[in-house]
Structure formats: C-alpha cells, structure tokens
C-alpha cells in the first residue's frame, strides 16, 4: 500500500525538522535553557517510532482483523447436516399399542444453496478484510499528522522561551543604563523602576514558555501512553519553510488521499452485499434422505424427499433494491468528501503562502532594520538623545516581530501539515534554500 512509506515520508519531513540531528538555533536567537543531563534532544521520528509500535487506536486493527478472518471462515462453511430419527404409531391403542405397529425412521437433511451464495459470503467478508487495511492506515495517519503538531507546540515553546531569553537581555541593558542616569543624576527614579518592571514581565513570559513547553512535552507524550516525559528538548526550525507546488498541481494529488482510497474499497463491500443480497431470489433446495424400518413385519425402506420454498424472487427483491440504493449513494458520497478536501486543501494551501511570505518578508526587511534601529536608540539614550520610552518602544517592536515571525511561522507549519497529510507528499526544504534563517541580530 502506498500510505504506509508515504506516512512515514510525509510525516517525518512534516514540519521540515531534520528528523536525525538536532538543527542549531540561529545566530539571533539564544538556545534555550540547558536540558536535564537525562533528557536528550527529542526528534520527530521518536515520536512516530513510538505511536507506531504502542498506540491503542492501531492496535486494536490487530484484534478487528481477527474477528473478521472468523466471519471469513463462518462465511466459507457450507450448510450443516442434519441427523434425525423419527418413531411413529408407537404406544397407541388397538393394533398400534406398545410397539407392534411402530415405525422408525433414521433421515439425514441439509440445504443445497443455489444461486452462488457461498462465493457471495466469501467475497463480502474478504473484501472487509481489505477495507481495513485502508481504514488502519487512514487512522495511523491521523495520528501521525496529531503528532507533528504537538510536536510543533513543544518546538514554539521552545522558540518563545529563547525570545523572552533576548528579550531579558534588552531589558538587562535598559536597566542597567537607566541606574547610571540616575547617578549621574540625568533621569529620575521612575524610568529605573519602569525599566525593572518591563524586565520582569520578560522573566514573566520566559516562566510562561517554560509551562507551555512542559505541557507541549506532557501533551505529546500521551499519544503513547508515557506519564513521565523522558526528553527536554526537540530538534527542529520552525522559520525553515519549504517551497510547496502550486495549488492546481497539490489539487491533482487529492486522489492520493486516504480519505478517497477508502472509497474503492467501501465500493467492493457494497458490490460484494448488492451480489449477496441478489443471490438470495435464487432459492435453496432442502432435501432429506433416510431409513424407515416397519416394526410390524421387520421390513426396512428408504424414504427421500426435497423440497423449494417458493416466492424466493420477491421476498429478495427489498434487500436487493436497499444494496443498489446504497451502491448508487457511494458516487455522491465521494464527490461530497472530494468537495470537502479540496476546500480544505485551498484553505491550508492560502494560509501557507500567506504565512511563508509574511516570514520572509519579516525577515528581510523588518527585523534588520528594528535591530538596527534598538541598537541606536541605546547609543542615543546612553548620550542622553532620546528618552527612556523611545527607546523601550523600540525593544518592545523588535520583540514583537520576533513574536509575529514566529506565529506565522507556526502557521505555515500547520497549513503544511494539513496539505501533507492530505496529498501524501512530502516538502523538504533545504538548508541552503531556508526560508528564514532566524531574525537579524
């Protein structure tokens, strides 16, 4: 089956984190707090690994499939025979009192099905068995996809941790310089202690990422049961983005999609039932074969006898006519659910170009020039140029880009996502063709 290299492929390049090594943060942003010596850094593919192999949801496609290989067997069993013996005008009265005139038969019955109904069962519980098949593959891509984005949240908890680490850092210095004015007399009390209270709202929002992270770990890890997260750290870019196929071209791909392969197989199922159901106006011969001993004289006889229900045709044709009913619905059912991916492909398609460009144009031209803005106004604020204010505006404005590029680069992540695991393909980017290679410092 193609899904299953595809999952893998997909998934594991999901949020273009190298899966084997651990990406370096960029020059501009400081690496977030050590990690615990027992906790190395954590990679997509661990994750996968681990869904793989324990989750409950995949599992239980072991335990379906053989229930379903027992009705494949119930289904395959001819019908049964049947042993009987009959006595008969035993302990009467008169000439049949006691067992004088008794009469006792030994028979052995079944039904010969007609109408091809045996192969009919086989081909109805077989092609259940495929179906599921698909149907676990669409469910462990699922899974997969729902990794990659709690994955995604540990690695943004991990980037908004090390921008409230540089965002500290400004206000450190904005402290700093604040109490030297106010020695030296050129600034009163107020602007030192404003400058402390921007400096612990940064700690602040440094704890908070510290939480989300702890909770983005704890998140994740219960896709495979662990109570006790073993990892700190994830590897990964998040400001790394792809170049992706035009929407025309990833629209092709739709077919790929797990949500309409299963809709070959459901059209078996239902082809397979619609036979079942048209073999059943063909009707079953019973018959009976047997010996009859007569008490009386000590005579012994065969006795048979057959017999063919009648009205078979019209008792079938309701059943019949619901199978047809429920094949012809398969086509609607299909354009709906393929009207609904290519909805959500457009939507995810536009919310990745929207984001990605915001990312880069974040990059190339706000960052560097608010960087090289906050890095004047300190000079200016040391000489006594400008005020405190303008230049803690301007602190706030580069920590605020720094924020916006990262959000929208979360969003393109989860568009990206959303359009793999629809498509089935996979978006790599290369190294040397990141979109972003982290802000300017």
């Known amino acids: 089956m193609w899904l299953r290299p595809a999952a893998s492929a997909v998934l594991a390049a999901a949020l273009c984190f190298p899966a084997q090594a651990q990406s370096s943060p960029p020059a501009s942003v400081a690496a977030p707090a050590a990690a615990p010596a027992r906790a190395a850094a954590f990679t997509l593919d661990d994750a996968l690994a681990r869904i793989d192999a324990t989750h409950p949801d995949l599992r239980l496609f072991g335990g379906r499939r053989d229930a379903l290989a027992a009705e494949l067997d119930r289904a395959g069993q001819r ?11 035993a302990f009467g009265s008169g000439e049949f009192s006691g067992l004088r005139g008794a009469e006792l038969s030994l028979t052995l019955a079944s039904v010969f099905e007609r109408g ?16 599921l098949a698909v149907e676990r593959e669409s469910r462990r891509l699922d899974l997969l996809a729902e990794a990659a984005r709690r994955y995604l949240n540990i690695v943004a908890a991990q980037r908004q941790h090390a921008i409230a680490e540089l965002d500290i850092g400004q206000r450190q210095r904005t402290v700093a310089a604040a109490r030297q004015r106010l020695q030296a007399g050129a600034s009163p009390e107020s602007v030192v202690l404003t400058a402390q209270a921007a400096l612990a709202r940064a700690e602040l929002e440094r704890e908070r990422a510290s939480q989300r992270r702890l909770a983005a770990r704890r998140h994740l890890a219960a896709l495979w049961g662990e109570r006790d997260p073993g990892f700190a750290a994830a590897a990964g870019d998040p400001l790394t983005l792809p170049a992706i ?26 082809e397979a ?69 290519y909805s959500t492909l457009a939507d995810a398609h536009g919310r990745y170009q929207v984001a990605a460009l915001e ?39 580069r920590t605020n880009g720094r924020k916006q590029q990262l959000e929208a680069a979360l969003e393109a ?29």
């Open 116 to 131: 091809g109904k045996l192969d009919a069962r086989r081909t109805l519980a077989q092609s259940r068995i495929d179906a």
């Open 245 to 270: 196929q035009d929407f025309d071209a990833l629209a092709e791909l739709l077919q790929r999609s797990p949500e309409i392969a299963r809709f070959a197989d459901e059209g078996r199922i239902r």
């Open 359 to 397: 990312v880069r144009r974040l990059n190339d031209d706000v960052l560097p020039k608010l960087a090289r803005a906050e890095a004047a106004a300190e000079r200016a604020y040391r000489a006594g140029a400008i005020s405190y204010l303008e230049w803690a505006q301007l602190q706030s404005e």
């Open 413 to 441: 992540q989860r568009a990206l996502i959303e359009i793999q695991r629809l498509t089935g393909e996979a978006f790599v980017a290369a190294p040397a063709a990141s979109t972003a290679q982290g802000t300017a410092p």
């Open 79 to 89: 019908p049964a025979l049947t042993a009987g013996a009959t006595l008969e005008n």
């Open 273 to 341: 039932r619609l036979q079942l159901a048209r073999t059943q106006a063909t009707p079953d011969l019973e018959w009976q074969f047997g010996l009859r001993r007569l008490q009386e004289t000590g005579d012994q006889a065969l006795l048979g006898s057959v017999a063919l229900p009648l009205g078979a045709s019209r008792r079938a044709a309701p059943d019949i006519r619901a199978a047809e009913a429920e094949l012809a619905m398969l086509g609607i059912e299909r354009e709906a659910q393929g009207m609904s991916l």
